[in-house]
C-alpha cells in the first residue's frame, strides 16, 4: 500500500511536487496571500486515491497523465477545464473524468478541496474488455450518464477511500486489493458512456456452449485465491468476455464474478468452520483472506447463503 502526504505554501514546490505525484505540468496563481496546498493520498497496485486541499486560485496545465482521472469537487470550483473538443467548470458534488488518458488539459482550481481518484486503464478492459486485450476499452465522456449513476462512483471511491484504504493490512491484502479495484472499475464502467459493447453479438451467441461454461468453472475452481478477472476466466475458457458472460447468464443464471464469489465464500466458509478463535482466528481476517472487505457485506451474504452468522460458524455456536 502507498501513502504520502504534502503540504506547501511554496508555488514552485507545490509544482515540483504535482509533477512528480501526476504527471509533467505547469502551475500559477494571480492570487496575493497564502498559496497553501494540502494533499494526501493513499493507493494500492493500480488504483489511487489523493484528497486535495488548495487554498487559493491556481492555473493548471498538465501533460497526459496515462492513467483515468476522476475528480470529486467537495468545495469551490473547478474552472475553464479544457481539453480536446471540451470545455466545462466543476462545483462541489461534480464527479467528472477530467481528461482522457492519452489527451492533455488546462483549467483554473478556485478555492477548492477535491478529490482525484486514479486508474489503469487496463482496468476497464479486464472488466468489460476482450480476453486477449485487442479491443481496449475507452469512456467516451467526460461526465456521467446520469446524476445517479455519479452518486453511485462517489460511493464506491468514498468507499475504497474510507473502508480498504483506511487500513493497511486490509489493502495489503492480494484479493481485497484484487476485488476493490475491480469494483472501481465496473462503477467507472457503469457510470460514464464508453465503448463497451453491452450485449453480445452473434459470435459471441454460439460461442456460449456448455465447453466454454466447464473451461470457466474449473479456473474459477483452481484460482480462487488468486487475484482474478473476467478476461483471465474469459482467456482461460477461450472466447470473449461478452461470450463468457452470455454463457454464464445463459446456462446459471448469473455472471462470472458472482459464481467466483460464491466459490469464494465456500472457501471462507470451509476456513471459518475448521478455524480455531482461541488461536486468534477472526471473522474480519478470513474474510480478508478470501477476498471480502466490507465486513457488514460478508455477513449479510454469508448469512443469506449459510443461514447463520458468520461468527457463529467460527465460535461453533
Known amino acids: 500500500m502507498e501513502t504520502l502526504t504534502f503540504h506547501s505554501d511554496d508555488l514552485d514546490v507545490t509544482e515540483d511536487f504535482l509533477s512528480r505525484a501526476y504527471a509533467r505540468m505547469r502551475i500559477g496563481s494571480g492570487s496575493s496571500g497564502s498559496h497553501r496546498a494540502r494533499i494526501r493520498r493513499t493507493g494500492i497496485d493500480s488504483v489511487s486515491v489523493d484528497e486535495l486541499a488548495l487554498d487559493f486560485e491556481m492555473d493548471y496545465s498538465v501533460t497526459p497523465l496515462g492513467r483515468i482521472c476522476l475528480c470529486v469537487v467537495h468545495e469551490g470550483t473547478v474552472r475553464d477545464h479544457t481539453f480536446q473538443g471540451v470545455e466545462d467548470a466543476f462545483g462541489p458534488g461534480d464527479v467528472v473524468l477530467f481528461a482522457p488518458p492519452d489527451l492533455p488539459y488546462t483549467g483554473r482550481i478556485c478555492n477548492a478541496r477535491y478529490n482525484i481518484t486514479m486508474l489503469e486503464p487496463d482496468l476497464l478492459a479486464q472488466v468489460a474488455g476482450d480476453a486477449d486485450g485487442s479491443r481496449p476499452v475507452r469512456l467516451t465522456g467526460h461526465r456521467p450518464r446520469s446524476v ?75 484460482h480462487a485465491d ?73 455477513a449479510t451474504l454469508y448469512r443469506d447463503t449459510y443461514r447463520r452468522a458468520p461468527y457463529e460458524t467460527l465460535t461453533g455456536r
Open 148 to 222: 445517479a449513476a455519479g452518486r453511485q462512483l462517489h460511493r464506491t471511491i468514498a468507499h475504497l477511500r474510507d473502508t480498504v484504504l483506511a487500513d493497511p493490512e486490509l489493502a495489503d491484502q492480494p484479493l481485497v486489493a484484487a476485488t476493490a479495484a475491480q469494483h472501481l472499475a465496473a462503477s467507472v464502467l457503469a457510470a460514464f458512456p464508453n465503448t463497451a459493447l453491452d450485449g453480445p453479438v452473434a459470435a459471441d451467441h454460439a460461442d456460449a456452449h456448455p465447453a466454454v461454461l466447464r473451461r470457466a468453472l474449473a479456473y474459477i475452481d483452481d
Open 226 to 298: 488468486r487475484p482474478v478477472t473476467v478476461a483471465d476466466i474469459a482467456a482461460a475458457a477461450h472466447v470473449t468476455v461478452r461470450a463468457l458472460q452470455y454463457a454464464f447468464r445463459r446456462h446459471l443464471d448469473t455472471t462470472p464474478l458472482a459464481q467466483l464469489r460464491r466459490v469464494r465464500l465456500a472457501h471462507a466458509h470451509h476456513d471459518l468452520v475448521a478455524a480455531d478463535p482461541g488461536a486468534g482466528a477472526t471473522v474480519s481476517e478470513i474474510a480478508a483472506r478470501w477476498g471480502f472487505h466490507h465486513p457488514g457485506r460478508f
